[in-house]
């Protein structure tokens, strides 16, 4: 069997569980048996643990359909993963983006909306100089 990697809900101590991540070494039935990918406080390497651990299907979180470590962000060291940021190696852009577009469009937007609103307040002016109207109709009668 391949190992698949898994999310696992897991007691950590605080008031809800963690998915921590896990892969799997056996199946057997809906019962899996894991070892966790853990960090370690001293180099900061993730190795999976020494220890297994029996779980049953419920406790997967999320299958996440890949055996690879380094399509989730750790790259292989001789002596465990190194977790890579995802922004790590991102470079911004020196040329103007194109969010001033969206921009312009969202000013546009506002300002049609502020014209509804004023549009709808003019129309409740209306109304009320109609009922004004009709009640001095009323009293004259």
């Known amino acids: 069997m391949t190992c698949s990697l898994i999310r696992v ?20 039935g809906v019962i899996l048996t894991i070892k966790y990918l853990s960090e370690s406080s001293v180099d900061h390497i ?18 996440l359909n890949t055996d690879s470590e380094l399509e989730l962000g750790f790259v ?32 546009e937007s506002d300002e049609d909306e502020e014209d509804l609103e004023d549009d709808l307040d003019d129309d409740d002016d209306e109304d009320d100089e109609d009922l004004d109207s009709d009640e001095e109709s009323n009293i004259d009668e």
């Open 9 to 28: 809900w897991t007691d950590v101590g605080a008031r809800k569980p963690a998915a921590l991540l896990a892969k799997i070494i056996e199946k057997d």
């Open 46 to 63: 993730w190795r999976y643990e020494d220890d297994t651990y029996e779980i049953d299907d419920d406790s997967v979180a999320e299958y």
């Open 76 to 107: 292989p060291r001789e002596d465990g993963f190194a977790r890579i940021d995802s922004d790590e190696d991102y470079v911004p852009s020196d040329e103007e983006s194109d969010d001033s577009d969206e921009t312009d469009s969202l000013e």
